[in-house]
């Protein structure tokens, strides 16, 4: 894990991971979550800066009091999209989006909360029926 200060000694962030979202050169282009070594909270970052208190939004910490929420929407693409739960330094309250498969990857690691669409309920049903549809037809 990279470790990066900052001169004033308010942050002592630790790299933790980065998001699977690559950009057209094909290097990581995305959110990354940071460990702040002095209070113990964790920080998304996404590439306007190099560090979470230095990006457009400022600092973004995890919050662990409301769930991750899953839909069928997105943004721009055809993958469904995550509702990171994230308070500013104000505790404002924002949500980070984020694919189905980095919130998961998100949830794993840092313990929380999710919230399903009913919707994805029902795909998932039409996935298994359509699957029993086939093997009926393939005998």
């Given at each position: 894990m990279a470790r990066l200060g900052t001169n004033d000694g308010r942050w002592n962030w630790t790299l933790l991971w980065k998001d699977s979202q690559?950009?057209?050169?094909?290097?990581h282009y995305g959110h990354s979550f940071w460990k702040d070594e002095?209070?113990?909270k964790v920080s998304v970052k996404d590439m306007s800066g190099?560090?979470?208190?230095t990006t457009d939004d400022g600092v973004l910490w995890v919050d662990h009091?409301?769930?991750?929420?899953f839909s069928l929407s997105h943004y721009g693409g055809t993958d469904g999209a995550a509702e990171l739960?994230?308070?500013?330094?104000?505790d404002?309250?924002?949500?980070?989006?984020?694919?189905w498969v980095d919130a998961i990857e998100a949830c794993r690691r840092l313990d929380l909360k999710v919230k399903v669409d009913p919707k994805i309920g029902e795909v998932i049903r039409l996935i298994a029926d359509l699957s029993v549809l086939a093997v009926e037809r393939s005998e």
């Open positions: 690559k950009g057209r050169s094909g290097g002095l209070t113990g190099d560090l979470p208190h009091s409301r769930p991750v929420m739960p994230v308070l500013s330094a104000n404002e309250k924002f949500f980070v989006g984020m694919r």
